[in-house]
């Protein structure tokens, strides 16, 4: 192993038996301005274990890392035994969960032990994969990219990676694609999730970066979710709230969701819009507040740009505009506007409800606008988190594996250029900046058109996680697509591969990752992968090697054997800019456990909550971006920008509503929507194969209200079918409290573990659009129309969850509701 034990227990406590029932254990009250306190969770698989000096034959060894299936980064510690995981328990002074774990942090290490795992390198023969070494498998990979680059050149290839993988594997795709090669095709699958997160934040405050922190629950008098269901997307998190929700001086909270749940039965307004219609929503909400004189006129001149064009574009969009195309009561909206213009300490959430639906940058940029015209940044309790989905989604983008320059750099800006080519020492030229980068729809479109003819996907399985999965399957099953897969499992997307490389899992590599609130967290080696299997970064470093990528020195491009070096690297690139990364070391991480970025020689312990003062990173010289039009996603130039903003303040970007381009209709006469549930991950190739997991949510189900269940002649358990124009669905039906006329499907399920012979009728993307937000190139999943019959009628419940926002109708008990009918902080 390269990284010895961070310590040896000889008292690992077992997990009390059933956090499927009680995903959010137990409750640790604690009121507005106090520490939220501690409480250590953990699993084992048996027990008990004793340290090394006690006996030789149970000893438990334990490795420091953060969770690996969501982005709140829970610290948590691996048990190893005799070179096998055999447990967790979270770390109860990190600054993120204070001990706890959430039902997938609990149960989600025993995937890497499946008996399924790749453990070979796999080449495609004569139609067929065959199992092969690591040379020729390599070999194969670096001649076909020599001979595309001999030929088309370096944009008929393509890379398209994870939000899972570790900061160095990134940054080492990166400087190969970017600086070695010279394609432009490079994105992650973090375009599906959190594309929109990195746009809201670039186009109001010049550049990515949460502005909040974890911490702003702990201080906040009022808490506003927008499309995020955290109960179920942030599993510890929201035990952090229902802590405060717990204790003296509750806040109020208000969620902005279709669907019901954990999250609105704890709330004190549950707003449910149409699908489609949240910038509708929050131009209404502003509208309000602006009306109502709720407002901080002397942080707007200060410190915003753009406060005329806001007032302007909300003016004609009263309460009564919104509700009339939203659906949410006139009433419930001045009510909300009221609770967010009242509060004193405001901290917003924004997630997929909102990244994923029609006009999404517009939407969530008017969340920032929102807390920027109320003064609600920079100090404890005021905030905002453009949330993140995966757990490392925030160093694709930081590294510059999302479509962006790595260390948040500005494509259009010449000197932005020149510095990362002068920290790799190449070229300018050699760094593709004539244009936008390409994002993943885009490069699905190019592959389909037959100018990309190399695709190398790591850590991803776009068979099931792309919109209009039978033209996705048609895509990557092109005789003239080279395809290459890298993966822990076989999926749905290594069938279509043409070279199939076995990866290592969390636990098996060390590398760093961070989370949505900025904190970095190191993961180191517990136990070594299965087989041949190797890291990712061992992998991008061995095609680098055999494709002998040279600076302009003519020395190696990528001179890195390891990730500590590889990390060290990083820093540099980083060094001055948002994420800077100058001040952390391994060792540090090693000793401290999570720090937030930027963290520099004069910041040593990183920086809690940026913006403290106003002083955004967006001076022209310094921003990510100039700035699109939110409604076309048209991209301002150097000039635009600098006109509007020559003092680097932030900007209230606005947009007018419009409606979704498919609506129901006849044909066609519900909305729908898709997500997640808390018991499974993507498209499950880890999750399903835990037992606990498994059992929790074990297979596709239709979400919808009663009386459309009744107008279908539905009950719950029927088997129906879901259709829209590009495909159908059959599942069994959930019949929940959704808002009448919207049906939710889960997007996890696909076809690796469904019974043979069923055909392509599980996965929830086999119903969704080729469309996506014209500013940040998310698709659309949560805007569609469709219609759903019955095929039979079955005894029993559907397989979904009991606990979550899938429970059905009257089948969760709620609780109490602190605040409840408040409509503002006392």
């Given at each position: 192993m390269d990284e010895k034990p961070h310590r040896e227990d000889a008292d690992a406590p077992i997990t009390p038996p059933d956090r499927i029932a009680e995903p959010w254990g137990r409750r640790t009250p604690y009121g507005q301005g106090e520490p939220w306190p501690e409480r250590v969770d953990s699993f084992m698989t048996s027990g008990p274990y004793v340290a090394e000096d006690e006996g030789p034959v149970r000893v438990v060894h334990w490795y420091a890392t953060a969770s690996n299936f969501h982005s709140n980064g829970d610290a948590m510690e691996l048990a190893v035994r005799d070179g096998r995981l055999v447990g967790v328990r979270g770390v109860a002074g990190d600054r993120v969960n204070?001990?706890?774990?959430?039902?997938?942090?609990?149960?989600?290490?025993?995937?890497?032990?499946?008996?399924?795992?790749?453990?070979?390198?796999?080449?495609?023969?004569g139609g067929v994969l065959r199992e092969t070494d690591w040379d020729a498998a390599m070999d194969c990979i670096s001649d076909r990219t020599r001979a595309l680059l001999d030929g088309p050149g370096p944009d008929s290839i393509g890379f398209y990676t994870s939000g899972q993988l570790f900061l160095e594997e990134y940054y080492a795709l990166a400087v190969i694609a970017r600086g070695g090669l010279g394609t432009k095709h490079l994105d992650g699958n973090t375009r599906l999730c959190t594309a929109t997160a990195a746009e809201a934040l670039k186009e109001s405050f010049g550049c990515d970066g949460q502005p909040g922190s974890y911490a702003d629950?702990?201080?906040?008098?009022?808490?506003?979710?927008?499309?995020?269901?955290?109960?179920?997307?942030?599993?510890?998190?929201?035990?952090?709230?229902?802590?405060?929700?717990?204790?003296?001086?509750?806040?109020?909270?208000?969620?902005?969701?279709?669907?019901?749940?954990?999250v609105s039965e704890a709330a004190s307004l549950h707003l449910q819009p149409k699908p489609g219609t949240n910038l509708a929503l929050m131009n209404g909400l502003l509208h309000e507040v602006i009306a109502g004189g709720l407002i901080d006129p002397g942080y707007i001149e200060a410190h915003v740009v753009g406060f005329d064009d806001l007032a302007r574009q909300v003016a004609g969009f009263p309460a009564e505009a919104a509700a009339a195309a939203t659906g949410v009561p006139a009433e419930q909206i001045r009510a909300a506007a009221r609770i967010l213009g009242q509060a004193d300490r405001l901290l917003s959430t924004v997630l997929q409800g909102f990244y994923q639906s029609h006009q999404a940058t517009a939407a969530a940029v008017q969340v920032n606008n929102l807390h920027l015209i109320r003064g609600m940044l920079g100090r404890p309790g005021c905030g905002v988190l453009q949330m993140n989905g995966q757990p490392t989604a925030q160093n694709t983008r930081e590294c510059g594996a999302d479509g962006d320059l790595p260390g948040f750099r500005n494509w259009a800006n010449p000197r932005h250029v020149e510095e990362l080519a002068q920290i790799w020492n190449v070229p300018p030229d050699r760094i593709p900046h004539d244009g936008p980068p390409t994002h993943a729809m885009q490069m699905i479109r190019l592959a389909e058109e037959g100018s990309l003819r190399m695709l190398w996907v790591s850590g991803t399985n776009p068979a099931v996680s792309l919109p209009d999965l039978e033209r996705i399957r048609t895509v990557l099953g092109q005789d003239r697509l080279f395809l290459v897969v890298q993966d822990l499992f076989p999926t749905e997307t290594t069938e279509f591969a043409d070279v199939v490389l076995p990866a290592a899992g969390w636990g098996e590599k060390t590398g760093t990752f961070t989370n949505a609130d900025r904190t970095v967290h190191l993961s180191l080696k517990a136990v070594d992968p299965p087989g041949e299997a190797r890291p990712d970064l061992d992998i991008f470093l061995d095609f680098a090697h055999r494709m002998d990528l040279r600076d302009a020195s003519n020395a190696p491009l990528i001179p890195w054997r390891g990730p500590e070096e590889v990390f060290e690297a990083w820093k540099e690139c980083s060094r001055g800019r948002p994420c800077d990364y100058s001040g952390l070391s391994y060792a540090l991480l090693r000793e401290h456990g999570g720090i937030q970025w930027p963290c520099t020689a004069e910041h040593p312990d990183g920086t809690e909550r940026l913006y403290t003062h106003g002083d955004f990173h967006s001076?022209?010289?310094?921003?990510?971006?100039?700035?699109?039009d939110l409604l076309t996603g048209t991209p301002q130039d150097e000039d635009a920008y600098r006109s509007l903003n020559p003092h680097g303040k932030a900007v209230l970007r606005t947009a007018p509503y419009v409606p979704p381009p498919e609506e129901p209709d006849d044909a066609y006469p519900l909305w729908l929507t898709t997500g997640r549930t808390l018991y499974q991950f993507h498209t499950r190739t880890r999750t399903g194969r835990v037992p606990q997991l498994r059992s929790a949510a074990p297979d596709m189900w239709i979400e919808l209200s009663a009386a459309d269940a009744a107008a279908a002649g539905l009950v719950e358990g029927d088997l129906a079918e879901v259709s829209t124009r590009r495909g159908s669905v059959r599942a069994r039906v959930r019949v929940t409290g959704i808002r009448e006329g919207v049906l939710f499907l889960p997007f996890h399920y696909g076809y690796w573990d469904a019974p043979d012979g069923d055909g392509h009728h599980r996965a929830a993307n086999e119903l969704t659009p080729t469309t996506w937000d014209p500013a940040s190139k998310q698709p659309l999943f949560k805007t569609g129309a469709a219609r759903i019959t019955a095929v039979a009628h079955l005894p029993g419940a559907a397989p979904a969850p009991h606990h979550t926002a899938s429970a059905p109708t009257g089948g969760r008990s709620s609780g109490p509701r602190p605040n409840a009918g408040k409509e503002g902080p006392s």
């Open positions: 204070r001990g706890r774990l959430d039902p997938k942090d609990l149960y989600g290490w025993q995937a890497i032990a499946s008996p399924d795992r790749l453990t070979r390198p796999l080449v495609r023969e629950i702990d201080h906040a008098d009022t808490i506003a979710l927008f499309g995020h269901n955290m109960a179920e997307t942030q599993g510890v998190l929201w035990s952090r709230v229902l802590d405060r929700l717990a204790g003296p001086e509750p806040p109020v909270l208000l969620c902005v969701d279709p669907r019901p749940g954990p001076r022209p010289e310094d921003c990510e971006t100039y700035g699109k």
